[in-house]
């Protein structure tokens, strides 16, 4: 087995054997698992030093699993730029969450057994990202499903939670149709299933694309698909920070980076995936901007940072795509955990209009969410800045699509806004909600906050330098375009601004509580789940009970005995209408012929039986 193998399956064995530990509230196994995680993070750096140095991708077939004549199927891993760097990112994010979920949910009377599926949750993760061939990633690909399913779903009593949970388990069988699709069609022309040997012509390379695309668009929340994940935000905090940031949502994309020789064979498969992520990134982040939930603010934030994936995608840069990846994963997962400090301080308040003031109350945890939101918006060397402004000077030197990059654009522009606006009601100004008696800032909650946080700042200019892309286009272009992203930046900042300086001065409206256009669009998957099941319900009860029953089985069964008994009796009647004196004479004439027929046999003389009696 090569080495850089044997490294990797060092913090895989770690993860694995954590989940054996038997419960007790004596030992607390979860704390083991907690540190389990963290021996597994700090291993995984083993095979990201050991690619460092060397440079070479790995790839081991270790056991041949199922063997067909064309294509066989094996369990084997690949490591290489995008697996080694992810697996200690996801694992870093990981023991953070972990560490935070010891104290945010030590009352759950279960908190084991959610140790266990987030343990589950990030090996399912960590076996698609080194997934050798489409089979083994597939395994990886519904593991993360169904976990998210039993995480979303964990306080099952809800029925809120419930339908969350149905959500997500809808959408993404829907979209895995897509990879279905996919894999049989390697199987027909009988291709290799090995995910770096996938090729095709670019006549025949559109169907697997778009199969790709619409399992990613499933995945990662596109446009179409994106109504469960907000819809997640039932789940527990520290489920939503890992599906959020290293897990789930970001297979979609991840997908489309490994297969991404097959998608630019076809060039109607790469517009789809431009056009599709410009969308999603300026839909979602118009419906952040009316939100007031905190946590499903933060969550069409990650919307809008995948749809900007998925247009890294289209631009035929797949490693800005993934270097956007590693450096949302630490931003989006503390902004989540600063969420989950707030709401549990203030006693499960989630509404940001009853928030304010917390800049005293809880000063660290309200520096770690500044930081969080200026990274998220693209602030000059926090490490969102390193990705995100790539992406978007790499739109700017193409001339593939001019709607795409003035949706980009819009998105930035929208996404400092509602930046600002969540900081300005949960930070800034006085406080707003009930009194409460404050609680303190606890250790185990700050700590893996403050690692994240430095991890905000320093993780995008660490990324850039030990792996820089080596396929961005040269940005030989004027200032002012290369300067664009950075200009919409400011733009947003300064709009923030104003709104915030005049908003205490403005009037309350009196014209009524009519709701703006993009907080209605925000309720996108009324349509679906509600409008269009009703529509649905209405429809088929017409036809099954109106029009079959009614007009079909009743018409032409009682309904016409009743018509036809009705019409008979209707037409006897008409005929023996005023004819009762003839048959009453037709009665007697009858009763007298039978009294004449029967009268000869009554006065009959009878005969004498000896006939000699008179001689």
């Known amino acids: 087995m090569n080495p850089a193998i044997m490294l990797f399956m060092l913090p895989l064995t770690i993860m694995l054997s954590s989940l054996f530990l038997p419960y007790s509230k004596m030992n607390k196994p979860f704390h083991a698992k907690v540190l389990a995680t963290k021996l597994a993070f700090f291993s995984s750096l083993l095979p990201l030093a050991f690619f460092l140095y060397d440079g070479l991708v790995v790839t081991s077939h270790e056991v041949y699993w199922l063997a067909f004549n064309v294509c066989p199927i094996h369990i084997s891993f690949t490591l290489d730029k995008y697996s080694v760097l992810f697996l200690p990112i996801s694992l870093f994010v990981a023991w953070s969450i972990m560490e935070f979920t010891v104290k945010y949910m030590e009352s759950d009377p279960k908190i084991d057994t959610f140790f266990r599926y987030l343990i589950i949750f990030t090996l399912m993760m960590m076996v698609l990202v080194t997934a050798e061939n489409v089979v083994q990633l597939f395994i990886g690909w519904e593991g993360v499903g169904i976990m998210s399913y039993m995480l979303i779903n964990w306080w099952s009593y809800r029925s809120t939670s419930n339908k969350a949970a149905l959500q997500a388990v809808i959408y993404n069988r829907l979209a895995d149709v897509g990879l279905a699709i996919a894999l049989a069609w390697m199987v027909v022309n009988n291709l290799s299933l090995d995910i770096q040997g996938v090729r095709a012509s670019p006549d025949l390379a559109l169907i697997p694309a778009l199969g790709f695309i619409l399992a990613a668009a499933g995945k990662s929340a596109q446009f179409g698909f994106h109504p469960w994940l907000p819809a997640a935000m039932e789940g527990p905090t520290p489920v939503s920070a890992l599906l959020h940031s290293s897990t789930m949502v970001v297979a979609g994309v991840f997908l489309l980076i490994r297969t991404s020789k097959l998608i630019y064979s076809s060039e109607t498969a790469t517009m789809i995936c431009l056009l599709l992520g410009a969308l999603t990134s300026l839909l979602a982040a118009t419906c952040a901007l009316t939100q007031n939930d905190m946590k499903k603010i933060i969550a069409y934030s990650t919307t809008s940072q995948l749809g900007l994936m998925m247009t890294a995608i289209g631009l035929k840069q797949p490693e800005l795509a993934f270097m956007h990846i590693a450096t949302h994963a630490f931003f989006k997962a503390m902004l989540f955990l600063c969420a989950g400090a707030i709401i549990h301080n203030l006693n499960n308040e989630q509404d940001i209009r009853k928030m304010g003031g917390l800049k005293k109350a809880m000063p660290i945890t309200s520096s770690c969410l500044i930081i969080g939101a200026l990274a998220l918006s693209g602030m000059p060397f926090m490490s969102g800045f390193y990705s995100k402004d790539a992406i978007i000077e790499a739109l700017n030197t193409s001339d593939i699509n001019f709607f795409s990059l003035a949706m980009t654009l819009i998105a930035t522009t929208f996404t400092v806004l509602y930046n600002l606006r969540m900081i300005y009601f949960v930070v800034l100004g006085s406080p707003r909600m009930p009194t409460l008696s404050a609680l303190p800032e606890a250790r185990q909650t700050l700590n893996p906050i403050l690692r994240l946080a430095v991890g905000s700042i320093a993780a995008g200019l660490l990324i850039s330098i030990n792996m820089l892309p080596s396929n961005i286009p040269q940005m030989t272009m004027p200032p002012e375009i290369k300067l664009a992203a950075l200009i919409v930046t400011a733009l947003g900042f300064l709009t923030g601004a104003a709104l915030m300086s005049t908003a205490p001065t403005l009037q309350p409206s009196t014209k009524g509580t009519q709701s703006p256009l993009p907080f209605k669009m925000t309720h996108f998957y009324f349509i679906i789940h509600h409008t ?30 009743a018509y036809l008994q009705i019409l008979m009796t209707k037409a006897l009647t008409s005929l023996h209408k005023s004819r009762i004196n003839s048959y009453l004479k037709i009665i007697a004439l009858a009763m007298m012929l039978i009294l004449l027929l029967s009268l000869p046999s009554m006065t009959e003389v009878p005969l004498d039986d000896d006939p000699g009696r008179d001689l």
């Open 532 to 561: 269009l099941s009703t529509i649905t319900l209405w429809i088929s009860q017409k036809l099954s009970n109106h029009l079959t029953d009614q007009t079909h089985y009743e018409a032409t069964g009682p309904k016409m005995l």
